[in-house]
């Protein structure tokens, strides 16, 4: 492994501690816990199997956590899965890994999340239009905020998040009481229990933590590096777990199986089965302004991606150029690629083709850190290594339910897959080519 860069100068450093803790619940708490249980119910058919998926979805997250919070401190630069893999495996692995960051990592949740905020508003009593011009206004908006006044729009995410987060546990006292009661009535359904299903739900819920990696993508930018990084993925992701556990409670005994399973607006047919219409107006309100947070944190967390691959030759030059010290035209990029994709592909459509995608990604990191421990002089630590075998594990019980159950999600993060490893060594094959002729 190629020695790593030093920190980041303070006037380099965006974002503090509790501005990196903020990213990572910014990125995770998004479409995925207030649209996914109704997906999961319909899989599985039981509010408690889906309670227990959410809850095996967190113990994934944090056996991934484990393994990235330690390679932040030994590879303290923004870039995520490409920086990290570049160093433990191979360069090709890591623009593979930067493409699906830049496709499924960033530009499709985005547009997730826009489309997700458009459908919540409309339920608090936005406007009803045929087309997604609401999601393009946030996408465009977020954009050009996060582009020309940074500094704002980190401060404007930290504000929004702390919102977020308390009207989240408001939502959880409010709807608890009725979720109780339908518990205690029995009346929450039972099923017969399918591995297949089980993990085939974890595709859903997979998606749903995904951003409990976010902070890495902005090591460089952080006060502290890899070291405030590792905390603020600890930290971020135990108050997402808690979170998500309270809020998917509510979701599924808030509200009758039969109107709540395959359902994307989940959160808010609970909220106005417990409140009625001023409930879910009020809930389909908060969703809104989590998916706009969650759409912030990705336009923050991509572009320095690109950034870091564009500085490395594997992305157009163009999009590594700064202003100032932030990567300005690598942002503007991001913004129109996902307002591509909100005109061109559905929500339901998204979410499969991401929880596939991003989980094999994060389980390259894992094997990659193996290597690094194999090599070292180090004994193994056996906390360390349980979570990336745990990791490992469950990453490939969702991928071969993805085949089972979602055969062309599974072929085109497969396609996806091969077009990086395409540009990357046709890419490769041409700058030999041009450093033999000169």
Avoid at 35 to 43: I, K, N, V
Wanted: charged fraction near 10%; aromatic fraction near 8%.
């Amino acid at each position: 492994m190629s020695a790593a860069p030093a920190s980041p100068s303070k006037s380099a450093a965006l974002i503090d501690e509790r501005g990196a803790i903020a990213l990572v619940v910014a990125n995770t708490i998004g479409t995925g816990v207030f649209t996914t249980s109704g997906f999961a119910l319909g899989d599985l058919g039981a509010p408690s199997y889906v309670m227990l998926a959410w809850a095996a979805g967190g113990l994934y997250a944090l056996s991934g956590v484990v393994v990235y919070a330690d390679l932040a401190t030994k590879i303290p630069v923004s870039g995520g899965e490409y920086a990290f893999l570049r160093q433990t495996l191979h360069p090709a692995l890591g623009v593979v890994a930067g493409w699906i960051s830049l496709v499924a990592g960033f530009t499709a949740p985005i547009a997730a999340s826009a489309l997700g905020a458009e459908l919540y508003l409309t339920k608090a009593g936005g406007p009803v239009w045929s087309a997604p011009f609401v999601a393009s206004a946030i996408v465009l908006v977020l954009s050009l905020l996060h582009a020309f006044a940074p500094k704002q729009g980190v401060a404007f995410q930290n504000v929004a998040v702390l919102i977020k987060v308390l009207a989240i546990v408001a939502f959880v006292g409010f709807g608890a009481p009725h979720a109780a009661e339908t518990v205690s009535r029995g009346d929450a359904g039972v099923a017969p229990f399918s591995t297949l299903a089980f993990f085939g739900s974890l595709v859903w819920i997979s998606y749903a933590y995904s951003g409990w990696n976010a902070a890495v993508y902005v090591t460089g930018e952080v006060a502290g590096g890899g070291v405030t990084v590792r905390r603020a993925l600890y930290a971020g992701t135990l108050l997402v777990m808690v979170l998500y556990l309270g809020v998917s409670a509510v979701i599924l005994y808030g509200a009758p199986i039969e109107a709540l399973k395959g359902v994307a607006e989940s959160g808010a047919v609970a909220a106005r089965s417990f409140g009625g219409p001023v409930a879910e107006r009020a809930l389909s309100a908060l969703i809104a302004l989590a998916l706009v947070t969650s759409a912030s944190s990705m336009i923050v967390s991509g572009p320095r991606v690109y950034a870091r691959m564009a500085q490395d030759g594997a992305l157009p030059a163009i999009l590594g150029r700064l202003h100032g010290e932030r990567p300005r035209i690598a942002v503007l990029t991001q913004g129109v690629l996902a307002l591509l994709v909100v005109w061109s592909a559905s929500l339901r459509d998204i979410l499969e083709f991401v929880g596939v995608t991003l989980s094999l990604s994060a389980a390259a990191v894992v094997v990659g850190w193996i290597r690094l421990e194999l090599r070292a002089s180090y004994r193994p630590r056996f906390v360390q290594a349980g979570a990336a075998l745990l990791f490992l594990l469950a990453t490939a019980g969702v991928a071969v339910a993805a085949i089972l159950m979602r055969p062309m999600s599974a072929l085109a993060s497969t396609a996806l897959i091969g077009a990086a490893a395409i540009a990357y060594f046709g890419g490769a094959h041409g700058r030999r080519r041009s450093a033999n002729s000169s």
